[in-house]
């Protein structure tokens, strides 16, 4: 069982940054895809970003493409979402997940989950 917690989420206003955090609680970490999702009020999860198990690739939502950096750090057992000219429609909460699958968009196959962090970006 690994444990996911999310952290750095605030309010800012559109054009502004922010950087999200997800820590592991188990040192297999490493051995997992990690993956970004959303959820905003009244609408579905949905993907924005995801990163191999060395860090090597990176795969993003067309919506977040060029705006968000995914990256992470396996000695630290922590991945980042490095979020860039933020725009009022990327408020929502901001979930971390593990998978086994590489490029995966399907959050059914994700296995552990973080418990969200709210984003939120004003005009």
């Known amino acids: 069982q690994v444990q996911l917690v999310e952290s750095g989420g605030g309010l800012v206003q559109a054009g502004g940054s922010l950087r999200l955090s997800c820590t592991a609680s188990?040192?297999?970490?490493?051995?997992?895809?990690m993956g970004w999702f959303r959820q905003a009020p009244g609408k579905e999860r949905e993907f924005v970003a995801g990163?191999?198990?060395?860090?090597?690739?990176?795969f993003y939502a067309d919506s977040v493409k060029g705006r968000f950096t995914v990256s992470r750090d396996n000695a630290k057992n922590t991945a980042y979402l490095q979020m860039d000219t933020l725009k009022p429609e990327d408020t929502a909460v901001y979930y971390c997940?593990?998978?086994?699958?590489?490029?995966?968009?399907?959050?059914?196959?994700?296995?552990?989950w973080g418990q969200g962090t709210q984003v939120t970006v004003s005009s």
């Open positions: 990163i191999s198990w060395s860090g090597a690739s990176t």
């Open positions: 188990s040192r297999t970490f490493g051995s997992f895809v």
């Open positions: 997940a593990l998978s086994q699958q590489w490029k995966d968009t399907n959050m059914e196959n994700y296995n552990y």
